[in-house]
C-alpha cells in the first residue's frame, strides 16, 4: 500500500465518459467557475464511514474519489491539542512513540528531478504571484523544519494510551482503537494536501486538467478518555501557532495550484490586465455573468464576478480553490483571518438551496430553472448545491433513483453533495467491484449534456440510430445533436453532420434565451439559418440545456412530433431525414475523431504538429514563453552591465564567474 496518489484500476473515466467529461469541461471554459455544475462528496462518508482512520485506506480513497471525477472534496479536519496537529480522526490521538510527541507526517517535497512541470503546465515560467500564503509559508519560514520540530504546548500531550484503547499494527503503524474510531497518529491535514497535490501534478495536462475545490470543516478533537462524548473548547495557549496555521499546512503541497482570495481580488480591480488580457478567444469569459464597472482610464473592475475555468487553468495555471465550511464553536477561538489571503472565507463558495424529490426522483421544489424569467439576477446559481439526496444503504436497485434525483438536480444548475455512504460501504477499496462504479456513476450523472453512453465513438454504433449498417460512414457521424426525447430529454447524442435538422440559436445578449431556426440544413449548412441578434450555438451550462429544451417544447411541437411524409416540409423542401425531437447544436468532432468543439470551421486545439505525447502537455503560451525569455535575457543584460561598471570601481568577484543568476520561480 501507499500514501501516494493511487487511484484503483477502476477509478478511472474510460471512454465514452472520459470524453464526454472533458467535451463538458471545454465547452464551458468561458462561463465563470461559480456558475458550473460539479459533483461533491464528503470525505467523511465516503472514506472514513466505517470510523477507520488510516493512512493507506485513507490514501486510496481519496485517489479515487479524484480520478473519478468528483470536483468537491468535503473534510473534517480535527485540532488535536495534545500534540499540536490538524488531524483527520475525530479523537485525540495517543502517541505512537510512547511518550513523546509524534511527529506531523511531511509531505514530500519534489525535487527537481520529480517535477513534471518542464514538460506540464509549468508554475515556473510565468511572473508567479507570491501570494501571502507563499510568502507565509514557503519564504518567511521552513514548513518542513517546523513540522518535524515539536511546537512546545501548555497542554501536555498524552504519555499513555487509554485503557479503553487497544492497539493493532497496520501498514501504516500502530492503529488504536479509541471506541468507535479506528486512527494512526500520522493520518493527518498533510497526508490529503499530498495525494490532492500529486493529483494535480499528474493531471497538469490539456486533457486532464479540471478545477477542483476543498472545503474544510474545524473540529477539536474529542478527548482520548471520552471518545464518544463532545470535544471541550480549545483552550487559548492550545490553539494553532503559526506555522500550524491551516493555510501554513496546506502550503507545502498545494501553494502552487491555489487560485486564492488575493488573486481573485487582484484579478477583480482591473479586468483589463487579467481577465479581459487574455490571447485565446476561447479564454475570454462570457461578461453576461458578471458585473463589470468602467473607472478612470478606461479600467474595469467588478465586484462580485469570478474567472471562467479557461482563464484559471489555462492562462494563470491554477486548478485549487480552498474554502473554510463550519467552524465548531470549540474552535472559536481560531480566527479564519490568518489564513483569509490564501483560504475563502465560510461559505464564500456555496450556497446550500433547498430542494425536494419525489418517491421516482423528480425535483419538486428548489429548481433554479424558471419558464417565465431568464433574468440571470432572478436565476442566481451562484455556488449553489444541495445535500438532499437519498443515497441507498443497502438496496443496489434504489441506485437508479439516486442516479435520476442527482441528475436533475444538475439540471436545475445545482450541484449536488454526497454525504452519506454509498450501500454502507467507502470508496477505499482499489478492487472493489461494487462500491466503486456506484460511486462512479453517481459522479457521471452530472453529466448534463451527453446522454448514457455519448459521444459514441465515430466507427460505432450510437443508441438513437438504427443499426450501424444502416448508419452513414464514419466520417459523417461526428456532429452533435440535441435530442428533446432522448433519457434524459434534451441530451446530446451524435450523428450524422448530412442529415437536415433544425438549428438552436441563442441570444447574443442572454445566454437563457433560445430560439429555433426557420430551416433545416445539413450541419455545415445551418450556421447562417437564425435569426437576427441569435447565433448557432452550444449550450454551456446546465441551466442553459434546460432553457433550450424548453423553449423547444414550447415553441416547436412540430419537430417533435415524427415527420409525416404526406405532408409538404415547412421550408418547402421534401428530402426530409430528421428525427423527431432532433436539432443541431454547435458542436462537432469534424476536424479530429474524439475531440469536441464548438464552431463549424474551428480545429481541435489539442492537436499540434508534434508527436501525439506533445500534444497532450499543456504548455506555456507561446506569448508568456516569449516574455520571459525576454525578461531574463534582459536580467543578463543589465546585470551584465552593472557588472561591467562595477568592475571600473573596484575589482571584485575575479574569476568567480560573475553573478549569481536568479531564475524564474518554479
Not at 32 to 58: K, M, W
Not at 365 to 392: K, V
Amino acid at each position: 500500500m501507499s500514501t501516494n496518489f493511487t487511484p484503483g484500476v477502476n477509478a478511472e473515466p474510460n471512454a465514452p465518459w472520459s470524453t464526454a467529461l472533458l467535451a463538458q469541461r471545454d465547452v464551458s471554459q468561458q462561463i465563470p467557475i461559480n456558475f458550473v455544475t460539479n459533483p461533491a462528496i464528503s470525505l467523511t462518508a465516503a472514506c472514513f464511514g466505517e470510523g477507520r482512520y488510516e493512512d493507506d485506506t485513507a490514501a486510496v480513497c481519496i485517489s479515487n474519489l479524484l480520478a473519478i471525477g468528483y470536483r468537491r472534496l468535503l473534510l473534517d479536519v480535527y485540532w488535536d491539542a495534545p500534540r499540536h496537529v490538524w488531524s483527520l480522526c475525530p479523537v485525540q490521538v495517543p502517541d505512537s512513540s510512547s511518550g513523546n510527541t509524534p511527529l506531523p507526517s511531511a509531505p514530500t517535497i519534489f525535487s527537481s528531478s520529480d517535477s513534471i512541470f518542464s514538460v506540464h503546465l509549468s508554475n515556473s515560467p510565468r511572473a508567479v504571484q507570491v501570494d501571502a500564503l507563499a510568502a507565509a509559508s514557503l519564504v518567511t519560514t521552513d514548513l518542513m523544519i517546523r513540522q518535524m520540530t515539536p511546537t512546545p504546548s501548555s497542554t501536555t500531550a498524552t504519555s499513555s494510551i487509554a485503557p479503553s484503547a487497544s492497539v493493532i499494527n497496520s501498514p501504516s503503524g500502530p492503529l488504536y482503537e479509541l471506541g468507535p474510531y479506528s486512527c494512526t497518529s500520522s493520518v493527518q491535514l498533510p497526508l490529503l494536501a499530498k495525494i490532492v497535490g500529486q493529483y494535480l501534478a499528474g493531471s497538469q495536462t490539456t486533457l486532464g486538467a479540471f478545477m477542483q475545490y476543498l472545503e474544510i470543516n474545524l473540529h477539536a478533537a474529542a478527548s482520548l478518555d471520552d471518545p464518544i462524548g463532545p470535544a471541550l473548547a480549545v483552550n487559548a495557549s492550545d490553539l494553532p501557532t503559526p506555522g500550524n496555521f491551516v493555510s501554513n499546512v496546506l502550503a507545502e503541497s498545494l501553494a502552487s495550484y491555489l487560485y486564492t482570495p488575493s488573486i481573485l481580488s487582484s484579478d477583480r480591480g482591473n479586468l483589463n490586465a487579467s481577465w479581459y488580457s487574455v490571447q485565446e478567444e476561447d479564454h475570454y469569459p462570457d461578461s453576461y455573468y458578471f458585473t463589470s464597472e468602467e473607472g478612470l482610464g478606461g479600467i474595469h473592475t467588478s465586484p462580485n464576478g469570478w474567472p471562467c475555468e479557461a482563464y484559471v487553468e489555462m492562462d494563470r495555471l491554477h486548478r485549487l480553490l480552498i474554502s473554510f465550511g463550519s467552524i465548531d464553536p470549540e474552535m472559536s477561538g481560531y480566527n479564519p483571518d490568518v489564513d483569509s489571503a490564501s483560504i475563502f472565507a465560510p461559505d464564500y463558495l456555496q450556497q446550500n438551496r433547498t430542494t425536494s424529490f419525489s418517491s421516482t426522483g423528480q425535483i419538486t421544489s428548489g429548481c433554479f430553472f424558471n419558464p417565465n424569467t431568464h433574468n440571470l439576477s432572478q436565476l442566481n446559481n451562484s455556488w449553489a448545491f444541495s445535500d438532499n439526496i437519498n443515497l441507498p444503504a443497502d438496496n443496489p436497485s434504489a441506485l437508479t433513483t439516486a442516479n435520476i434525483s442527482i441528475s436533475n438536480l444538475t439540471s436545475c444548475g445545482i450541484s449536488p453533495l454526497l454525504t452519506d455512504p454509498i450501500l454502507n460501504s467507502t470508496a477505499s477499496t482499489a478492487s472493489n467491484t461494487t462500491s466503486l462504479p456506484s460511486y462512479a456513476s453517481l459522479a457521471y450523472s452530472t453529466i448534463w449534456s451527453w446522454a448514457p453512453l455519448e459521444p459514441a465513438n465515430s466507427s460505432l454504433s450510437s443508441p438513437y440510430y438504427a443499426p450501424l449498417s444502416t448508419q452513414p460512414s464514419p466520417t459523417q457521424f461526428r456532429c452533435a445533436a440535441f435530442n428533446a426525447l432522448s433519457t434524459p430529454p434534451g441530451r446530446w447524442h451524435v450523428a450524422d453532420c448530412t442529415s437536415r435538422h433544425y438549428a438552436a440559436c441563442r441570444s447574443l445578449s442572454n445566454p437563457y434565451e433560445w430560439s429555433i431556426s426557420a430551416y433545416r440544413g445539413a450541419y455545415t449548412q445551418v450556421d447562417d439559418n437564425c435569426a437576427s441578434g441569435s447565433a448557432f450555438a452550444v449550450p454551456r451550462t446546465a441551466l442553459e440545456n434546460a432553457y433550450l429544451l424548453s423553449t423547444l417544447r414550447a415553441t416547436r411541437p412540430d419537430i417533435l412530433a415524427p415527420a409525416d411524409p404526406s405532408v409538404g416540409d415547412p421550408d418547402g423542401d421534401s428530402s426530409e431525414d430528421a428525427a423527431a425531437g432532433v436539432i443541431w447544436i454547435n458542436f462537432n468532432s469534424l476536424g479530429t475523431q474524439g475531440c469536441w468543439v464548438a464552431g463549424v470551421s474551428r480545429t481541435c486545439p489539442y492537436v499540434g504538429l508534434d508527436d501525439a505525447e506533445h500534444r497532450r502537455q499543456v504548455l506555456v503560451p507561446t506569448v508568456a514563453a516569449v516574455i520571459v525569455l525576454f525578461l531574463g535575457l534582459l536580467t543578463v543584460f543589465v546585470k551584465c552591465a552593472a557588472n561591467r561598471q562595477s568592475s571600473r570601481r573596484r575589482r571584485r568577484r575575479k574569476r568567480e564567474g560573475g553573478w549569481d543568476y536568479e531564475g524564474v520561480p518554479s
